[in-house]
């Protein structure tokens, strides 16, 4: 008789799989030919999907409501699904100690866009932002991000600014945490569930008793409800599967106004009457994100 149920981790080739919304992880393994949709990525199964399965194997993948993939190395035509099936994607990102490059979060938005994932960005140790310089730079990161439609809580630690709507926002549902290394992604999974890390543990040594512990991607239960995907510190987000076309059309700033370009399709970086190079000299558009932008078309011109 085959079941159903959601892969919380893998490695190689082995996985665990739990009853969501019942947190119940058993062990399962892919044996002989699974048919799999997704054949161009290195890790066709992801933590997030939806398996049927007959005894401990996995028979099959069902069809995902979403995922974030990104190039397995940089520039390279293999992807890899970070995860599948995302209720939120909450990006963390620093101003300072580290700085998150803005490349790579108009990167990470953009994925989201493309595969239909809804996103907020955390704003994490804003303790830190408190002296007038910082606040500027903060304010202005608002303004540009929140300009183009995206929710930006701020987040710390240290004061608990942010962290009880963090908790009742991720009481439902599955979460997805990434960012950079350094943002503080595990310290704000260990605020909203103080007791998470035994728990993880014990799952984990359980698990891998005698295996290779390697980082993989896992997702975890919450005391309160809920679920989070906590991913490893990413030091880049490489574009994949996306034609220079599309590519304007996951800047949501971008995609409101350029029906209103002249000459269809527009590359937005030259053409005369393009609605979008328009919106950039009244203010509507950030510089800042357009040359995020024309990197991102450059990338894709290398890749060809």
């Not at 202005?140 to 929710?151: L, M, P, Q």
């Amino acid at each position: 008789m085959k079941l159903t149920a959601t892969v919380v981790k893998h490695t190689g080739s082995h996985y665990l799989l739990s009853h969501l919304p019942v947190w119940d992880p058993f062990p399962a393994v892919v044996r002989g030919k699974l048919r799999l949709n997704d054949t161009g990525s290195t890790n066709p199964i992801a933590v997030g999907d939806v398996v049927e399965y007959e005894g401990e194997v996995i028979t099959s993948v069902l069809e995902r409501r979403n995922c974030i993939v990104r190039s397995s190395t940089n520039l390279s035509r293999q992807r890899h699904v970070i995860a599948a099936n995302i209720d939120m994607a909450w990006l963390v990102v620093t101003l300072a100690l580290p700085e998150t490059k803005q490349a790579f979060i108009d990167r990470f938005l953009v994925t989201c866009e493309a595969y239909k994932v809804p996103v907020t960005i955390l704003l994490n140790k804003a303790d830190l932002y408190k002296d007038a310089d910082i606040a500027e730079i903060v304010e202005a990161f608002r303004s540009v991000y929140e300009g183009a439609g995206y929710r930006v809580l701020p987040s710390s630690v240290r004061s608990g600014e942010g962290i009880e709507t963090l908790r009742a926002e991720c009481s439902h549902g599955v979460n997805l945490f990434s960012g950079v290394s350094g943002v503080g992604k595990s310290s704000l999974i260990k605020a909203l569930d103080p007791n998470l890390a035994p728990r993880i543990g014990a799952i984990s040594e359980h698990f891998l008793q005698g295996r290779h512990t390697t980082t993989f991607y896992e997702m975890y239960p919450l005391a309160g409800g809920g679920t989070i995907i906590d991913t490893p510190g990413i030091r880049g987000f490489g574009l994949v599967d996306f034609s220079a076309e599309e590519i304007s059309t996951c800047f949501p700033e971008m995609l409101a106004v350029m029906d209103g370009c002249r000459y269809k399709p527009c590359t937005h970086t030259h053409e005369p009457g393009c609605a979008v190079l328009e919106a950039i000299d009244d203010g509507r558009i950030s510089p800042d994100r357009y040359n995020s932008y024309l990197g991102m078309l450059e990338d894709q011109r290398k890749y060809r």
